[in-house]
């Protein structure tokens, strides 16, 4: 009787042992299926942005854009590649209303910075780079992405090279000589629908040569 009670012990904890493992088992490769889902989940996330972002010049005034949105575009924009390290951007930021209405009234293409309640302004320093335009045009479209990340709306209007534009944007914001404007970006909620252009042409893509 005793041998048959040590047997059903034995055999009982030998089951127990086969669950445990069985569920130590199962969570792992649990855990590796979600690794794998988030990791898709991420890329598909990041194609997404880029096939998604749209120009939106529209915006619900009255809704502002929170500062820890702002750092988070100004972090992803200053993520870019720039030319020897250089880095030769400069940030400004824009949310005094009676600045952004200034800088409306007398840029051609930025009549919606009367709507928008913050505009980013990407400049270049001449000093640190040659070429800052082409950095700082890297920068902008990061910016870009980034709003539309957050859900946000944006829309890249130009400065740089048009002089005329370029010393509406120097003036309102009293930049250094050193100092060029390249883009100025109305952002905001987006009021009303907008939507993605597809702009992928077969036609413009060639392998090895023309």
């Not at 034995?10 to 493992?21: D, E, F, G, S």
């Not at 914001?173 to 702009?199: R, S």
Request: charged residues 25%; aromatic residues 8%; proline residues 5%.
């Amino acid at each position: 009787m005793k041998n048959t009670n040590k047997i059903i012990v034995y055999q009982i904890i030998c089951l127990l042992l086969m669950v445990a493992i069985g569920v130590l088992l199962f969570n792992n490769q649990k855990e590796k299926t979600v690794m794998k889902k988030e990791s898709f989940s991420l890329e598909e996330t990041a194609l997404s942005v880029i096939m998604n972002r749209k120009s939106v010049r529209n915006f619900i005034k009255e809704k502002p854009v929170s500062k820890e949105d702002i750092d988070i575009i100004i972090k992803a924009g200053m993520a870019a590649p720039s030319g020897r390290d250089a880095r030769p951007w400069e940030i400004v930021v824009v949310d005094n209303r009676k600045s952004l209405d200034a800088m409306a009234e007398k840029l051609p293409y930025a009549k919606m910075l009367m709507q928008s309640p913050v505009a980013i302004v990407v400049c270049g320093d001449t000093t640190k780079s040659s070429y800052w335009y082409v950095d700082c045009s890297a920068v902008t479209e990061n910016i870009l992405l980034a709003v539309e990340a957050l859900g946000l709306g944006a829309v890249w209007t130009a400065a740089y090279p048009y002089e005329d534009r370029m010393n509406v944007v120097v003036e309102n914001l009293n930049l250094p000589n050193n100092i060029l404007p390249l883009a100025v970006i109305p952002i905001g909620h987006p009021q009303g629908e907008h939507k993605a252009k597809d702009k992928y042409d077969a036609d413009k893509v060639h392998y090895n040569q023309w």
